[in-house]
């Protein structure tokens, strides 16, 4: 864990998050800048920066939660797409140091940007995790 790490923060419950799912490897939470409404990210329990430090069996287990995930979002929120991004080194865009992916809900003719400058609506973004993690929990979960 890193104290500075504001994802390490949440999952230590020292910083609030709009909780969706939760195994024993990984945590999702929606991004509280979300690109399109339900935008959510598949973070590590362990702090690994990148994709250059995190296991194999780390980066396997966000994998295979983003499947669950996908299904989540394109369901309950009928998107017609997903887009699932994963970025590493502040060349590549990453903006926190500490493994994700994010799974974004994508329709025809919306911008294809992963980060958007505006935060969500506080009580938009409750509601929206509130949906999303019935329909998580109520589908079969491999963890
Ligand atoms: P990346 O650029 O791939 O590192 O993505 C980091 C994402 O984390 C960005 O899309 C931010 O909007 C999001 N983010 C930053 N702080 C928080 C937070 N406290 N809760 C939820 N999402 C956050
Ligand atoms: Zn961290």
């Known amino acids: 864990m890193n104290d500075d790490c504001i994802f ?13 799912h939760e ?14 409404p339900g935008h959510c990210l598949i973070v590590t329990k362990d702090h690994y920066q990148d994709i250059f430090e995190a296991t194999p069996d780390a980066i396997s287990m966000v994998g295979h939660v983003s499947t669950l995930i996908a299904h989540v979002v394109k369901e309950e929120l009928q998107s017609e797409g ?9 060349a590549a865009g990453q903006t926190v140091f500490h493994y994700h992916m994010h799974v ?9 940007t992963i980060h958007n400058r505006m935060p969500g609506d506080p009580a938009e973004l409750e509601a929206l995790a509130a949906r999303l993690s019935t329909r998580a929990y109520s589908m079969r979960v491999d963890d």
């Open 8 to 20: 390490c923060q949440i999952l230590n419950e020292r910083a609030p998050c709009y909780a969706v």
């Open 23 to 36: 195994t024993r490897y990984t945590k999702t939470f929606l991004d509280i800048f979300p690109a399109t």
């Open 82 to 90: 997903v887009g699932i991004f994963q970025l590493n080194g502040a």
């Open 104 to 112: 974004i809900p994508r329709n025809t003719g919306e911008d294809l």
